[in-house]
């Protein structure tokens, strides 16, 4: 069974730097795309960023291009995004997310399995 665990988020200050990290398991993820989305309070959810898990080709949403870099590291099975530059916009839950397929899809009905989130709050 696929699990997603992303962990990371906690409270930083305008300004600050931030990784989060989102720990794989219960199969191999060769055939799969990794994608980063955030959620603020009373909004939709947003697509940061993808990769896929083999061959490592990035895309990104509008809000996450710039300041914000997607990545995974095969041999610890695990995704990260770090973000710079951090605003007080940013404050939101950030959640990791998997679909079996390369295809970068920007819609949070597209992908299957889900971490459980992550707190992210940006202070002046």
């Known amino acids: 069974q696929v699990q997603l665990k992303d962990s990371g988020g906690r409270l930083v200050e305008v300004g600050d730097s931030l990784r989060l990290s989102c720990g794989v398991s219960?199969?191999?993820?060769?055939?799969?795309?990794m994608a980063w989305f955030r959620q603020a309070q009373g909004k939709e959810r947003e697509f940061l960023a993808h990769?896929?898990?083999?061959?490592?080709?990035?895309t990104y949403g509008y809000s996450g291009q710039g300041r914000f870099t997607i990545s995974r590291d095969k041999d610890r099975n695990t995704l990260y995004l770090q973000m710079n530059d951090l605003r007080v916009e940013d404050t939101a839950v950030y959640y990791c997310?998997?679909?079996?397929?390369?295809?970068?899809?920007?819609?949070?009905?597209?992908?299957?399995?889900w971490g459980q989130g992550t707190q992210v709050t940006v202070y002046t």
């Open positions: 997310a998997a679909r079996y397929g390369f295809e970068s899809l920007h819609g949070a009905d597209d992908y299957e399995y």
């Open positions: 219960g199969r191999t993820f060769g055939g799969y795309g």
């Open positions: 990769i896929r898990w083999v061959g490592e080709m990035t």
